[in-house]
């Protein structure tokens, strides 16, 4: 077996672990699906007792199709249907000597272009694919370079960034002299946070600053991307972050929300959710690690436009007679989604008897109809729609 071969080999054999990952993660939240189903018609069981003969555990196991003839008709499903159910490719991710050899070994072709970023963000948005290509289990994780062959097959490798004169550039620069740029050409990798090289033509693009400033890890759970934005931290850069804004949701508005057209992933209407009972919005919150002298609220505004959601921490109103409180406003004006149909609650309403029970949570869209097409985990079916402005 030559070299070219048993380094292809050996990135099969990583993107097929990674693959492995993406499935457990399916199956994780398919269980976690199915245990809410149970739980539901447990809960339809106990409420009505008349029910309770037909609606046995063993009949509600039929039901949720956890049968062994079920099962098996799964596997056999399975079977015939190959994966990859998702048709979306993983790209390889090489450590920079084994990024080295496996070029070397004639296996990947010839390079004919690099990208080399101080931030997995400007890797993740400039690569044209979609961000699951990135997946490692349940996190979105990029690489800080990537390098193109001639059929435009794409290679990350990692401990090589750029911007900085640090090891991580260092890696870049050797790197990049090793796979046919110049000394010259490949020393610019050092003097800019996010860079763009062509085998021929050398530099064709750099920023000295980085192309993107949106922020924050992003997960891929249940069929849909997370980001979870946190007011105790501000994923925008000093100074760049809008006055009022301080989740940077504008940054994520204008670089993301704004241009389906080129983000496909992020096409379709705008939706958001607005969380009114603590106990409702509980799985939102299962992530957060509470420290000390550091202001932690809680996510309890979702915002989704296609696959994308943005979990947002904001503060529960204050005031019982307060249907949203300033922070979950502020949240919605970020993001264009400011309710123009909210019940007003003002003084009066404390010596009034409320009309109506308040819901666990409302949801906001340009029509007034649209719901999220992907429930959040752990949250339970309870709420209203309203308009948003």
Request: glycine share 8%; net charge negative.
């Amino acid at each position: 077996m030559d070299k070219g071969e048993l380094s292809r080999r050996l990135t099969n054999v990583r993107t097929s672990h990674r693959q492995v990952q993406t499935l457990k993660r399916e199956l994780h939240a398919a269980e976690r699906q199915r245990d809410r189903d149970v739980a539901e018609l447990d809960e339809f069981a106990q409420t009505y007792k008349e029910a309770r003969a037909e609606a046995s555990r063993r009949t509600l196991a039929r039901e949720l199709g956890v049968t062994h003839p079920v099962i098996t008709s799964m596997i056999e499903r399975a079977g015939r249907d190959a994966y990859p159910v998702d048709p979306t490719r993983l790209i390889p991710v090489l450590s920079a000597y084994e990024a080295a050899q496996y070029v070397k070994s004639g296996a990947y072709g010839h390079v004919t272009g690099a990208t080399v970023a101080f931030t997995e963000t400007d890797i993740l948005l400039e690569s044209g694919r979609h961000p699951k290509a990135f997946a490692d289990g349940t996190r979105i994780s990029a690489p800080n370079m990537l390098l193109r062959n001639e059929e435009g097959e794409l290679l990350g490798v990692e401990e090589c960034l750029a911007g900085y004169g640090g090891t991580g550039p260092s890696n870049s620069f050797r790197l990049l002299q090793e796979l046919g740029w110049s000394e010259e050409a490949a020393r610019e990798v050092l003097h800019y946070r996010f860079i763009e090289f062509d085998i021929e033509r050398g530099v064709v693009r750099a920023n000295e600053q980085g192309l993107h400033h949106c922020g924050g890890n992003l997960e891929y759970t249940g069929g849909h991307l997370v980001a979870r934005l946190r007011r105790s931290r501000p994923w925008a850069p000093i100074g760049q972050t809008p006055a009022g804004d301080p989740l940077g949701l504008r940054t994520w508005v204008d670089e993301i929300l704004s241009q389906p057209e080129t983000y496909p992933w992020v096409a379709g209407p705008r939706v958001a959710r607005v969380y009114l009972n603590r106990d409702t919005a509980t799985g939102l919150q299962d992530r957060i690690r509470y420290r000390p002298g550091v202001r932690n609220s809680p996510f309890s505004v979702v915002i989704e436009q296609g696959e994308l959601q943005l979990w947002c921490s904001a503060i529960y109103p204050s005031d019982w007679a307060e249907l949203l409180s300033k922070e979950q406003l502020d949240v919605l004006a970020a993001v264009d989604m400011y309710p123009a149909d909210v019940e007003p609650r003002g003084w009066l309403d404390k010596f009034l008897p409320r009309r109506r029970e308040r819901p666990d949570y409302i949801d906001i869209s340009a029509d007034g109809t649209s719901v999220l097409q992907h429930e959040p985990d752990g949250s339970k079916l309870d709420g209203e729609t309203f308009e948003g402005a």
